[in-house]
């Protein structure tokens, strides 16, 4: 079974889509959706809970089934995002590295716009190698929020 799932946070709404037994989207919306199906699943309310700890700053990780759809290149580049500890920033280029594969940064950088589970799988966590903030499907200003928020935290 599917569902839809909606989660107020300090950035919007998060649009939580699940099945039976995996996370399988996690995004950012400007507004709910008022027809969506809001199906509750154990899931669901796990990840509400996770997201919930993590926007108090009570949580720095997530442990979470996440089922993805996307190439074996997109999926190999969302595993290196998880191994990102909380609070760093890494460059697209880092990433390429950890795959042995240094010349696929824009590669790169379009698995990580393809990412749909935001935050769970950490790429904000990604900048430019000059340390820019660069490309976010949130919005740049979203991705300086996550960053400062984390950051906030290690240094309590």
């Known amino acids: ?12 709404w998060v649009e939580i889509k699940t099945s039976s037994d995996a996370v399988t989207s996690v995004i950012l919306r400007n ?7 809001n199906a509750d699943s154990t899931i669901a309310t796990e990840c509400v809970r996770q997201l919930d700890e ?9 442990d979470l089934p996440v089922q993805q759809e996307g190439t074996a290149f997109q999926q190999s580049v ?29 590669a790169v ?4 716009g393809k990412n749909n589970v935001w935050i769970i799988v950490p790429c904000h966590r990604v900048i430019g190698a000059d340390g820019s903030l660069t490309g976010y ?7 300086k929020w996550l960053l400062t928020h984390e950051n906030r935290k290690l240094t309590q």
């Not at 079974?1 to 919007?12: A, E, H, Q």
């Not at 507004?31 to 969506?36: G, L, M, S, V």
């Not at 290196?80 to 880092?94: C, K, Q």
Request: hydrophobic fraction near 35%; glycine fraction near 10%.
């Open 109 to 112: 950088g379009a698995a990580n």
């Open 137 to 143: 499907a949130g919005g740049l200003d979203r991705k």
């Open 54 to 62: 993590y926007f108090k700053g009570q949580r720095t990780s997530f």
């Open 31 to 37: 507004e709910r959706k008022d027809d969506a199906c």
């Open 78 to 106: 969302w595993n290196v995002l998880t191994e990102i500890p909380f609070g760093a920033t890494v460059s697209y280029g880092w990433v390429a590295q950890k795959l042995n594969n240094p010349k696929a940064v824009r």
């Open 1 to 12: 079974m599917n569902s839809i799932t909606y989660y107020k946070c300090p950035l919007g």
